[in-house]
């Protein structure tokens, strides 16, 4: 069931509203004890890679592109890292209206840039970074009656509270920890107003203290400064003015929680950590999360036995690259038995 069914009650639709459905949310939340052990928490994340097109962003893009059709939108178009732009033309193709996707030129992820295409949108290269893409998909949207479908569309946070609410129902309660990797910081906003629409409705007696990862090359929310010229290996984190800025600070605040950055060798070491000791391929700003969680553990500010979920936001599928120039390659034989038991010993 696509969240606008499972959640509809809790959302802003009306009869009018299309039940736009590529049967997004209801991801897994799996335990990853190895991990966890090894950290002294109890470790759950949450698969956001299972969602149709391979991230968080379609439980957010169901309703912004359901909303609008209500409206009477001719188009969509977005700016986005990668994951908003596959996630957009996913959704505008299966509903049958045109999406034009702005990315930042060469800094996009090959599997992400492959399903904008292949979705059939209209892609654009922009020779600047993401923040100067959605300023100009800003303005195009404005000039050309446009839906705008990146988080600045109030209907993408919203639908992403859905994520929190599928966290409590899985646990019976909040986490007490809820790690998750922060780029324009929509989904940070998001889960945490979920949690307390979960606390308000009386179905959670406890809230979680919100931490938000950064990478230490595009980390304006952990260090308070702006970034003006982002850099780092988990490119969908790569942002240098986050939209929600304002939102986040005050979910980590409120929360008692906290912004921490972590390298992009710290990014890499937790993404195989998480796929060799667990069996969860995530992409690299995903595994921020876990990056994060390594480095509160080895700083003592880790509270034992902390019911501890991660939001592992994308798929690792969509970006091989960082992976294959990294990791071993096969071991080559010909079609012989004797070779290949010599290279299984
Ligand atoms: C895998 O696609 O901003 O803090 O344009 O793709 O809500 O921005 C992606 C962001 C984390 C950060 N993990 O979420 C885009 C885009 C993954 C992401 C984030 C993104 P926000």
Redesign the pocket.
Known sequence: MGVLKRYGEHLPISERTPLVNLEEGSTPLVRLDRIGDELGIELTAKL?GCNPSG???DRGMVLAVAKALEDGARAVV??????????AAAYAAHVGIPCYVLLPSGKVALG?LAQALIYGAKVIAVEGN?DRALEMAREAAAARGFAMV??VNPYRIIS?KTGAWEICESLGRAPDLHV???????????YWAGYKDFKSWGKISSLPRMI?IQAEGAAPLATGKPCPNPETI?T??R?GN?V?ART?LIAAAESGGQFETVTDEEILSAQSMLASRAGVFA?P??C?TLAGLVKLSHAGKLPKGAKTTI?L??NGL?DPDTVMSRVGRPIKIGDSMEELLEALS
């Open positions: 956001e991230s968080f962003k977005c700016a986005s890292t990668g994951n908003t732009s596959a996630s992400k993401f990146n988080s992403q998750i990797p922060v780029g324009n910081a929509g989904n940070i906003s998001a938000g988990a969908a984190i942002i986050p929600s986040a992409e700003a995903s921020a939001i936001t994308g969509k």
